[in-house]
């Protein structure tokens, strides 16, 4: 081949970093469905082998397999695989922010199969978490053989993780949705791009072998009564509470297990499986992920004593085999307590006021949405994920209702939410997406100086200028009105040389229209002011709708002042 | 963003990519493989759960069934069958909540389906939840069935005419068996069924004619012909009705209900001076066959009750006699004046009627054209 035609065929083919990102996006979610795919197999057919085919499992299954499994997940996690014990959502922060986009391969082969065995043995945790942390640990593998520049490798974890989340789910827009809200926590486009694409190709993938059947089969939904909105704002209110006591249990509960010799790291996992054997010999519901009796719980075959029994006794199992470090998330579990919580409102609704309640199905899924929302503090996923997973816009009232609530209450009495409150007992400072959301941001407007009596026409001459900037001594900059919404400006400084140098009867307008400066409004960020300011004195503040309306004008030594004060308030 | 050079990075990333993008074809292949043998393994553990579930369900072991169909149900959760198999074995056990429950889900996916729909309108009926009995029984009546779908439907729509008639809905259910009516094969069975339905809801003329038909194809149907029989005595047609009575007798024995009818028809037709195609003598003797029942009747109610009515009884009886009455035609009406009040008399103040007096109040309550 000759050399312009190699050069021809090169700038062709060439991949512009972009167009590879996105690329490389399909090719992280395909791979990371099939992933997922074979987890789920491993889970059913490990449950299959471990607990036997029925949903009731014999007592002797119940009392040994937990606990015998507790015991080869320990060696495992201890001994192979340290790293697995964590969460995946911060382990997928934590390649974002810390490591550069990089996850140990070995880490996913050790969560597959160490997750796998727990929830298949039926500790009482779920394949999402895991899930997210197997498409994260992939997408880095696939980052690094590509040899990706470094600010894409970063983002490559959470790209994985919204294709593993989604396959475990089926549900791609929550996925994303929890990845730019939990773990990115802003809308790039680049990278909205690559997670949409990421998170499509794995449902895709995961439906092209499990089909598309959805999470849960809901029963129809219709609000019964106006008043069943109390119900639901009194599921919110349990909903806050109850996740209030899963949080702080888990928080006190695991420092203190990994603070216990190392030895008993290798029974913690087996003790904890004894635990929720010995629960499962009675509610054998609480054990494993559980979505086969949300779903029971979903078309009311539970009583409310069952019902409420459940998503107390859950709450116990979960913390149980969470704290104990045995690795799996606690998505599944989340949704599992919300779900019986929910059926047990509505359940004693139903028994209280019959004629204004609702199917029990509706209460289940807000529930879920509700514990969602208070244990994991994703308040937009948590609304999202019900109405994607029920396939029902209409349920999206009660859920709005029932979620802020259970995220208020959660909030005002848990500073932090779980996975933040995790990072920080490991030691790793992670940034909070909360705390993100939620810190002030100052505008244009709380900084802006008021502009009375340092405006000037541009139609007066040079002499009346002065004379007017004479009247206000203590004023070192004054605004020249151009016409038009366009502004330039003139310093003291400058008004007195060009007093010297110029006629005194030169329009100001002359003078100032090479000067003009460019304008800010008053919701604007001071970030964007800053940069707006460079190597600017002062910069004129205008309103939105008219350009000639002056609100204020703002200098450098404004915008720290504005932030220093935000700073001592906080 | 400058592209990346052909001879190093590019090379090596496109090398990386063509080898990711061709593994995902052994990857593909591998997981389906096991997906393929995850799914035999599951769809096998679903037939041998429903199975257990239909020999409980056999066994009147309901609650146990149920529990082995959820089962079932879970390692094929994409087949509706074992969901609705769940629902029937709840309602078998008495959990009609549950089985709701199970059957609104299957009816989200297959609203068309006829054999949800029906269970649900049976649940619905059992709640005496008429608009969703009404909803869901229509929802059968329209809708897809496997095999038989016009005697699912037939059936169905009996099953809501039958409710409506419980609940007093005549209008409705009289309806309901009118578009049965269209709807029947030739089958005297089933025609004498909706026949029974129609005459419930009193449109005597559709089940007799529907008794009719069913007769033309079968005159030995012993239940069609006792309808008609009791759908004659209803309507006053003693002489049909015994007819209708006596063939049935014949083919099969009535019962004590049938047998009163056919005696009472028989009562009538003798007793009956008002009978058309009779001759004048026996016209005046049935006159005076009927005075003296009144005057028996009159014997029976209580002293207090009777003493006008039996001082008028006693001045007329010298003259009821045939000869008598062959000569005054006044003194007939004036007879049968005197039993109708007397009947009447007593109806109310002596006690239900037996045998011929009885008949004989049949006779006198019969509509009559004036000539």
Redesign the interface.
């Known amino acids: 081949m000759n050399a312009p035609r190699?050069a021809f065929l090169?700038?062709r083919?060439?991949?512009?970093?972009?167009q590879?990102l996105l690329?490389?996006a399909i090719?992280i979610g395909?791979?990371a469905g099939?992933a997922v795919?074979?987890f789920r197999?491993a889970i059913?057919?490990l449950r299959?082998m471990l607990l036997g085919?029925?949903?009731?499992p014999s007592f002797p299954r119940i009392a040994v397999v937990p606990a015998a499994s507790g015991l080869v997940i320990a060696a495992f996690v201890v001994l192979a695989f340290p790293a697995v014990r964590g969460s995946g959502v911060n382990q997928t922060k934590a390649a974002l922010y810390i490591y550069d986009g990089y996850i140990s391969f070995r880490t996913v082969i050790g969560k597959f199969l160490t997750s796998a065995v727990a929830i298949g043995s039926g500790q009482s945790l779920g394949p999402e978490d895991p899930s997210l942390q197997i498409g994260a640990g992939l997408a880095s593998a696939?980052g690094r053989?590509?040899?990706l520049p470094r600010d894409q490798m970063r983002y490559i974890a959470p790209i994985g993780a919204a294709a593993g989340l989604a396959a475990a789910f089926n549900s791609p827009i929550t996925a994303v949705l929890f990845v730019i809200e939990e773990v990115i926590g802003r809308w790039t486009a680049g990278v909205l791009g690559a997670v949409v694409l990421s998170a499509v190709a794995s449902v895709v993938t995961e439906q092209w072998?499990?089909?598309d059947?959805p999470l849960f089969?809901?029963?129809?939904y219709h609000l019964a009564h106006g008043a069943e909105l109390l119900a639901y704002a009194a599921l919110g209110l349990i909903g806050g509470l109850v996740s209030l006591v899963f949080v702080k249990s888990v928080a006190a509960l695991r420092p203190r297990l990994r603070a216990l010799p190392p030895w008993t790291w290798y029974l913690q996992p087996a003790v904890a499986g004894l635990f929720v054997g010995f629960v499962g010999l009675r509610f054998p519901q609480v054990m494993g992920a559980g979505y086969?009796f949300i779903d029971?719980a979903?078309?009311?075959?539970y009583g409310w004593r069952v019902l409420l029994a459940l998503g107390v006794l859950k709450v116990v199992t979960t913390t149980a085999s969470f704290v104990s470090g045995t690795p799996g998330g606690l998505f599944a579990p989340t949704l599992f307590i919300g779900a019986m919580l929910g059926g047990a409102v509505c359940a004693i609704e139903r028994l209280v006021a019959p004629g204004i309640t609702g199917?029990?199905?509706a209460y289940a899924l807000v529930g879920m949405g509700t514990l969602f929302a208070g244990i994991i503090r994703a308040p937009m996923t948590s609304v999202f994920m019900i109405v994607e997973v029920s396939g029902n816009y209409s349920i999206i009232l009660p859920v709005m209702i029932s979620n802020t609530i259970a995220y208020l209450v959660s909030r005002q009495f848990q500073e932090h939410a779980l996975f933040d409150v995790l990072a920080r007992q490991e030691g790793t400072v992670l940034p909070s997406m909360e705390e993100e959301r939620e810190s002030d941001v100052e505008t244009v407007e709380d900084a802006m100086r008021d502009v009375t009596g340092v405006t000037l026409s541009g139609d007066e001459s040079l002499a009346a200028g002065i004379a007017r900037a004479e009247q206000v001594p203590a004023a070192g900059f004054f605004l020249v009105d151009l016409g038009a919404g366009v502004w330039g400006g003139l310093s003291r400084s400058e008004l007195d040389h060009l007093q010297a140098i110029s006629a005194h009867d030169v329009l100001l307008r002359t003078i100032a229209a090479p000067l003009a400066l460019p304008y800010l409004y008053p919701d604007q960020s001071t970030v964007t002011a800053l940069r707006v300011l460079h190597g600017r004195p002062f910069i004129p503040v205008v309103h939105r709708a008219d350009r000639t309306r002056l609100e204020g004008m703002l200098a450098l030594e404004d915008v720290l002042r504005a932030m220093a004060r935000a700073e001592r308030i906080k | 963003m400058l592209p990346l050079s052909f001879s190093t990075a590019l090379g090596r990333r496109r090398t990386i990519l063509a080898l990711a993008i061709v593994g995902t074809i052994p990857a593909f292949g591998v997981t389906q493989s096991l997906v393929h043998r995850s799914r035999d393994r599951r769809q096998q553990l679903a037939v041998d759960w429903a199975r257990q579930g239909q020999r409980d369900l056999a066994a009147a072991r309901a609650a146990e069934a149920a529990e082995d169909f959820r089962t079932a149900q879970e390692y094929a959760r994409d087949r509706g069958e074992y969901r609705l198999q769940l629902a029937q074995s709840l309602i078998a056990a008495n959990r009609f909540v549950e089985a709701q429950s199970q059957l609104l889900t299957l009816w989200t996916q297959a609203p068309g389906d006829g054999v949800v729909n029906r269970e649900l309108g049976r649940i619905a009926a059992r709640d005496d939840d008429v608009a969703n009995a009404l909803r869901y029984y229509h929802g059968a009546i329209d809708g897809a069935w496997p095999g038989s779908a016009a005697a699912e439907r037939r059936q169905t729509r009996t099953e809501l005419a039958q409710f409506l008639l419980q609940r007093g809905d005549t209008t409705q259910a009289n309806a309901e068996l009118i578009a049965l009516v269209g709807e029947l094969p030739p089958d005297p069975a089933a025609m004498t069924d909706a026949a029974a339905l129609l005459l419930k809801v009193d449109n005597r003329a559709q089940a007799m004619a529907l008794l009719q038909k069913a007769l033309d194809l079968d005159r030995q149907n012993v239940r069609a012909l006792r309808l008609a029989g009791e759908a004659s005595f209803s309507a006053g047609d003693y002489r049909a009705a015994r007819g209708d009575l006596e063939a049935a007798s014949g083919a099969s024995p009535l019962d004590a209900k049938g047998q009163q009818m056919l005696d009472l028809s028989t009562r009538v037709l003798a007793l009956d001076p008002f009978a058309r195609r009779i001759t004048s003598r026996e016209r005046l003797r049935r006159v005076v066959r009927a005075y003296a029942v009144a005057r028996g009747e009159l014997a029976r109610c209580p002293a207090g009750s009777r003493e006008s009515l039996q001082a008028q009884m006693d001045a007329l009886q010298p003259k009821v006699a045939e000869r008598t009455l062959a000569r005054d035609p006044d003194l007939v009406d004036q007879a049968i004046a005197l039993v109708t009040a007397v009947e009447t008399a007593s109806s109310a103040s002596c006690g239900p009627p037996q045998g011929d007096a009885l008949a004989l109040q049949l006779v006198l309550r019969q509509p009559r054209s004036a000539s």
């Open positions: 190699k090169a700038a083919m060439a991949i512009g970093d972009e590879l690329l490389a090719l395909v791979y099939l795919v074979c197999l059913q057919w299959l085919s029925s949903l009731n696939l053989w590509l040899k072998f499990l089909g059947e089969r809901v029963p129809p086969e029971q979903m078309h009311d075959q199917p029990i199905g």
